[in-house]
């Protein structure tokens, strides 16, 4: 019997009420997308394009208007489900009063966790942010970079098999940004799937196994990271110690020659920031000719 999907959306709807009566905004239109267990899942789309939306549904913090999620197959509006889920808000509170350890420890007996063993897995999440010499510090005195790993910290203290990420590196400089990054790599050696939402599309583009593109409640594109920023129609080679008369020959090259060492070969990568940038803007343009359609028919009716 074949692992159940660490994330699992079939089919999802979310219908919001509207500033009218009787109107209702459709967040999320029939969203499907499976996350492997051990995946890496960036989930990538403008503000507004229902991603925090899909996320919250995952999570069991909003019921689908239709379809289904699941977690490691439990469904996601069950309270049993979210056991083995670490979740990190956008724009976390945390008590400002408490230190580092504390916060930790709070968490971590919210989770119900007692003892010798919570006192352990303090240690080991401090020192897994990069905050053991923090510990004793203050909340109201850090940085938003120190805020957001210890913000990992307690979304990991329970030990997880999934973690949720929404904007993990939102408000923080490049040094923090980094070594969040380097965090969420440590979390995929350690075989624990990460499901993120994010705007830096390049920092996305680093961790992530697969990537969905979202844009108007509507999943436009989505697959391995590799597939999606492949140009079909052109071949890259990368030579190694090739000579310049080498390259002068290369179009007409029939085997390697010259000592060079053939190092690749595959389709040449466009950018993911290229390709949100392509299927938003392919979206954009659908809904502008929709409307001028919509103008013409009008004005014959008349």
């Known amino acids: 019997m074949s692992e159940a999907a660490a994330v699992d959306v079939k089919n999802l709807v979310k219908d919001f009420k509207g500033p009218f009566r009787g109107k209702k905004v459709q967040a999320v239109r029939d969203v499907s997308l499976s996350i492997a267990p051990g995946e890496v899942y960036g989930l990538i789309g403008p503000n507004g394009s229902g991603k925090s939306t899909t996320m919250k549904a995952v ?17 996601s509006t069950k309270v049993d489900s979210r056991g083995e889920v670490g979740f990190l808000p956008e724009n976390p509170y945390f008590y400002k009063h408490l230190t580092a350890a504390e916060t930790v420890r709070f968490y971590g007996r919210l989770c119900g966790m007692r003892g010798r063993a919570l006192r352990d897995r303090i240690e080991e999440m401090l020192e897994l942010v ?3 010499d923090a ?3 203050r909340l109201k005195g850090f940085s938003k970079g120190m805020l957001q790993r210890i913000g990992l910290a307690q979304a990991l203290v329970q030990d997880p098999r999934l973690v949720v990420l929404d904007e993990p590196t939102a408000g923080v400089d490049p040094t923090g940004s980094r070594e969040i990054r ?4 440590t979390l995929k050696e ?14 996305v583009q680093e ?9 108007g409640g509507v999943l436009v594109n989505e697959g391995r990271l590799d597939d999606l920023i492949a140009l079909e129609d052109r071949t890259e080679l990368i030579l190694e110690n090739a000579s310049a008369d080498l390259m002068e020959q290369i179009r007409t090259l029939v085997e390697v020659t010259y000592g060079a060492d053939l190092v690749s070969e595959g389709r040449a990568r466009t950018t993911l920031e290229s390709l949100f940038l392509k299927e938003t803007q392919r979206q954009e343009s659908g809904k502008g000719r929709l ?5 013409v028919v009008k004005r014959v009716l008349k």
Request: glycine share 10%.
């Open 207 to 215: 961790i992530c196994d697969r990537v969905g593109i979202i844009h």
């Open 190 to 203: 350690r075989g624990i799937t990460v499901f993120l939402c994010s705007h830096l599309l390049e920092q």
């Open 182 to 185: 380097d965090l969420i790599l």
């Open 291 to 295: 409307v001028r359609s919509r103008k």
């Open 130 to 132: 990069g905050l053991q």
């Open 135 to 137: 510990r004793d510090r």
């Open 59 to 75: 999570l069991g913090l909003v019921a689908p208007t239709s379809g289904s999620c699941a977690i490691f197959g439990k469904n």
